[in-house]
């Protein structure tokens, strides 16, 4: 493959990057902040380690995320009274309505990225970035 030609890994970055651009435009919220919050709609209250777990996100990297979550009222954290060691998070009212709110917006930037793109290519695409994902498990063990 040729130095000047971006192989599919420079690619994947690439593509991920305009993404995440164009989701915080059309939805209004950073995917990263989006996806704390609706996993902890999913989760109900959680640690933050196991938040950390399911979003497969470095815990300080999500610290970060939920700091300015929490300043906003969106999120509230506590320590856990079976292990004050342990933090747990909860979605807050606020943090609901603004998944409410926002859900048809993100409901169309998913159907405007994939529109015209064919089943079989979507599956391919798929297939390929599973593969991807299990490889650099692995690779990271």
């Not at 902890?40 to 939920?66: F, I, N, Y």
């Not at 700091?67 to 906003?72: F, G, N, V």
């Not at 709110?101 to 391919?124: N, V, W």
């Amino acid at each position: 493959m040729s130095e000047r030609q971006p192989n599919l890994l420079q690619q994947l970055g690439r593509s991920s990057r305009a993404m995440y651009g164009a989701f915080e435009g059309q939805v209004g919220q950073a995917l990263p902040r989006w996806r704390v919050l609706k996993a902890l709609e999913e989760l109900g209250t959680a640690s933050q380690k196991r938040l950390a777990c399911h979003l497969q996100m470095d815990p300080g990297a999500l610290t970060r995320q939920l700091k300015p979550l929490e300043a906003e009222k969106l999120v509230r954290r506590n320590a856990d009274p079976a292990d004050n060691r342990q933090t747990l998070v909860t979605l807050d009212a606020a943090g609901e309505a603004l998944l409410r709110e926002a859900a048809p917006q993100r409901q169309a930037f998913f159907d405007q990225a994939l529109s015209g793109i064919d089943a079989e290519s979507l599956e391919t695409a798929m297939r390929v970035l599973r593969q991807l994902e299990e490889r650099f498990r692995s690779m990271g063990r």
